[in-house]
């Protein structure tokens, strides 16, 4: 008998196929700043639209001329600090050491995680501030407001967020006023 011989039907680049596991993305490189500040930020997408702007590509043939562009709007409700993450270096990478929680925390956050009942902040910042020599990275936790954005979920999203700054107890500083 002849064997049957024949190309796979479809490309396989995008296999498997299935939804993401978590909408939020995980972000390995940030940018580097020296000022203090907060170098990321979360927004949802609140749909699309068109502008109307004129090509400023020399190598376009429409070079000069007003084309159709579609955009993206995104809706960018306040991020809100709910704790503060240090890091050593080790070896094997970034190790988290201790991190410091916010007393008031919102009570949308308990649909994500479980909410600590009973926590002592003074503590725990005494603890960072002791293991500051160590300390290569401060970040900071954030969470959306899905409810102050037009989205329909009230599930926030947290992830962590990296301070600029040029020395770990700058960015600790700048984070502790941020927690309040």
């Not at 940030?30 to 090509?55: C, F, I, Q, R």
Request: proline share 7%.
């Amino acid at each position: 008998m002849v064997r049957h011989h024949q190309p796979r039907k479809g490309s396989v680049a995008f296999s498997p196929r299935k939804r993401v596991a978590k909408e939020t993305p995980r972000i390995k490189a940030w940018p580097s700043n020296e000022e203090p500040k907060l170098l990321g930020l979360a927004g949802y997408k609140a749909g699309m639209t068109h502008a109307m702007v004129v090509d400023t590509d020399k190598n376009s043939p429409s070079n000069g001329m007003t084309v159709f562009t579609p955009v993206t709007v995104l809706e960018v409700p306040p991020l809100v600090i709910m704790g503060i993450r240090s890091y050593e270096k080790t070896a094997h990478g970034l190790k988290a050491i201790t991190e410091v929680i916010a007393d008031n925390l919102d009570e949308e956050l308990s649909r994500k995680i479980t909410l600590p009942k009973d926590y002592d902040k003074s503590e725990a910042i005494a603890k960072i501030q002791d293991a500051l020599d160590k300390t290569e990275e401060v970040r900071v936790l954030v969470h959306t407001n899905p409810k102050m954005a037009s989205v329909p979920k009230k599930k926030p999203e947290i992830f962590e967020c990296a301070l600029g700054g040029s020395s770990a107890e700058e960015k600790l500083n700048y984070a502790l006023n941020l927690l309040g």
